[in-house]
């Protein structure tokens, strides 16, 4: 089992080898006590049309995530993106001060 905080800075690997990124920053499912998403960028400090652009084009679901170790691997359908149902809801908690983002560092 690997900690959250330890996620942040991994290099990101696609299953075919090429470098997709960094792990900028972690979207938990806090009632599943779930990673759902990460991102390659940040999602704090950012306007609510980076962070719509950031969920749609820069993050991975975990879902997709082969391992972690030194490095984390992704397979297929890594750059799927959240619905405008989770992007909507993510935006609403964020301005409401609940964001899902795992920020514990």
């Known amino acids: 089992?690997?900690?959250?905080?330890?996620?942040?800075?991994?290099?990101?690997y696609g299953d075919d080898g090429?470098?997709?990124?960094k792990v900028n920053d972690v979207i938990l499912n806090l009632e599943k006590g779930r990673v759902v998403r990460i991102t390659t960028e940040p999602l704090r400090f950012v306007s609510k049309v980076q962070a719509k652009s950031?969920?749609?084009e820069k993050s991975?679901?975990?879902?997709?995530?082969?391992?972690?170790?030194d490095i984390l691997i992704v397979g297929r359908g890594r750059n799927t993106s959240p619905s405008d149902e989770?992007?909507?809801?993510?935006?609403?908690?964020?301005?409401?001060?609940?964001?899902?983002?795992?920020?514990t560092r």
């Open 18 to 21: 090429k470098y997709v990124g």
């Open 1 to 12: 089992m690997i900690h959250i905080s330890e996620l942040y800075g991994i290099d990101i």
């Open 86 to 103: 989770e992007v909507k809801v993510e935006l609403q908690k964020r301005r409401m001060g609940r964001s899902l983002l795992g920020r």
């Open 60 to 69: 991975i679901l975990y879902k997709n995530v082969r391992t972690v170790g």
């Open 54 to 56: 950031v969920l749609k």
